[in-house]
């Protein structure tokens, strides 16, 4: 059985930073490529980033510039570092399993999420 729990929400002012983790059990972890997405209140899921099994990485409008993302295999965790917080970043963060390897089509399996909250 899946499991994405994910870590390291929390409160702080504009401009601070924070990493976020996802950690995966029930599945080999390094064969799979994984997404962050986040959701604010009345607004659509929107995509942050995504990382496939090989390493590479793509952004979308919202996490480019002031987000990373990477993986740890050897801990079955992906993380997303953010930087330089605004607001407008205030948010649930859900990490979502990737259907393949080498490329990312979102799955079926998410996480419960993680408040972020920017504010001054």
């Known amino acids: 059985q899946v499991q994405l729990v994910e870590s390291g929400g929390g409160f702080v002012q504009p401009g601070g930073s924070l990493r976020l983790s996802c950690e995966a059990s029930?599945?080999?972890?390094?064969?799979?490529?994984m997404g962050w997405y986040r959701q604010a209140p009345g607004k659509q899921r929107e995509l942050v980033a995504v990382?496939?099994?090989?390493?590479?990485?793509k952004y979308g409008v919202s996490g480019q510039g002031r987000f990373t993302i990477s993986r740890d295999n050897a801990k079955n965790t992906v993380y997303l570092q953010m930087n330089d917080l605004k607001p407008d970043d205030t948010a649930v963060y859900l990490c979502?399993?990737?259907?393949?390897?080498?490329?990312?089509?979102?799955?079926?399996?998410w996480g419960q999420g993680t408040q972020v909250t920017v504010s001054s």
């Open positions: 029930g599945i080999i972890f390094s064969t799979y490529a």
């Open positions: 990382i496939t099994a090989g390493g590479s990485t």
């Open positions: 979502n399993l990737g259907r393949n390897s080498w490329s990312y089509v979102a799955g079926d399996d």
